[in-house]
């Protein structure tokens, strides 16, 4: 398809201020695009910045979106090239506190994690571990443990909340095809992600819990084409509570959603974890305001603007904005001068 023909003609349209004419061609133009697509096409293949542009430009300056709405919603039917792994891709982890057992849950792990995600939510939350728990993710950058690839630790001001954790571990690695998020204190029993690996068909919008309900957020496997449908989660639950409940709702009403449900699976889990919320249990304090902000979440679960605008292509947006940087030449830098503060008089 010659982009530069379609461009070179809009603009000859736009000079002549004949706005109809452009947004035909637009639409062709669109047609045309979609129709040279590959059944998965690459990033690369989807890559087309004369398009964009020409689309943002024309409902910027004529106030017809329709070409750009269009474009959007043919290219929620796209499913672009996901290889199959023999691998978690991403393991992803808030932690707030009891980095015992974030050692038990990483200790259970039998199958190779490529990326192993943790959202570090304890900074200036004044809990007894939180320097514990820092220096043991300290040590998991510097040395990942055998099966691993790398461990990545985010480090935000304050205690993010679930929602917005998942979020950003979501948002943060879009060339995972699927993520498998799971609370800090939740064991893998023996084979259980071999299965996940199994049942898991990152070309298709799935959704798999590992456990039974009420606790099939405890830990699950999301696929990037599942959350590219129903949007990311809503941070608006903070910080713990409700996210689920509202998300399972959005997940359900997606006719698209694949949700799997594998007793023999959730059956091993269970077993392997007889407690929940480990977290909130360690201390008193943060069961106190958990029924504070428990019956605040609530609130908002009930609410009508909850279910506003929650932003179906989020994942391909976020997948098709990745900047790949070519690295940086090298050379000799000036040395580092030291940091002074104002002058003073």
Not at 288 to 303: G, I, K, M, P, V
């Amino acid at each position: 398809m010659d982009q530069q023909r379609f461009a070179r003609n809009y603009i000859t349209c736009l000079e002549r201020r004949d706005f109809a004419a452009a947004r035909s061609l637009l639409l062709l133009w669109v047609e045309a695009y979609f129709s040279s697509l590959p059944a998965a096409p690459s990033r690369q293949q989807l890559t087309t910045p004369d398009l964009w542009g020409c689309l943002a430009q024309y409902a910027s300056i004529s106030g017809d979106r329709t070409p750009v709405d269009d474009f959007w919603d043919r290219l929620d039917a796209i499913h672009p090239q996901r290889p199959t792994h023999d691998t978690i891709p991403l393991l992803g982890i808030p932690i707030l506190n009891r980095p015992d057992l974030l050692v038990r849950l990483i200790d259970s792990l039998d199958q190779r994690i490529e990326t192993l995600a943790i959202v570090d939510n304890s900074i200036g939350a004044g809990l007894s571990d939180s320097e514990e728990l820092g220096r043991l993710l300290a040590q998991l950058e510097r040395e990942p443990p055998a099966g691993i690839g790398q461990v990545r630790v985010a480090r935000p001001f304050g205690n993010q909340g679930v929602a917005a954790s998942w979020n950003a571990i979501l948002s943060s690695f879009p060339e995972a095809p699927y993520a498998l998020l799971v609370n800090n204190d939740v064991v893998f029993a023996p084979g259980v992600l071999a299965r996940v690996i199994e049942r898991i068909d990152p070309r298709r919008p799935q959704f798999l819990p590992l456990l039974p309900p009420p606790q099939e957020f405890s830990a699950f496997a999301l696929t990037a084409a599942a959350w590219n449908r129903v949007g990311l989660f809503d941070a608006n639950f903070h910080p713990a509570y409700c996210e689920d409940l509202d998300y399972a709702e959005r997940l359900r009403s997606c006719e698209a959603i694949d949700w799997i449900t594998c007793e023999a699976l959730q059956s091993l889990q269970e077993q392997a974890n007889p407690t929940r919320s480990a977290t909130i249990a360690s201390d008193p304090r943060l069961e106190a305001c958990n029924r504070t902000t428990y019956l605040l979440n609530c609130l908002w679960l009930h609410s009508t603007r909850r279910r506003e605008n929650p932003h179906p292509g989020t994942w391909m947006r976020r997948w098709l904005s990745q900047w790949s940087l070519e690295p940086a030449p090298c050379s000799d830098p000036d040395p580092v001068r030291p940091v002074s503060g104002a002058r003073r008089s």
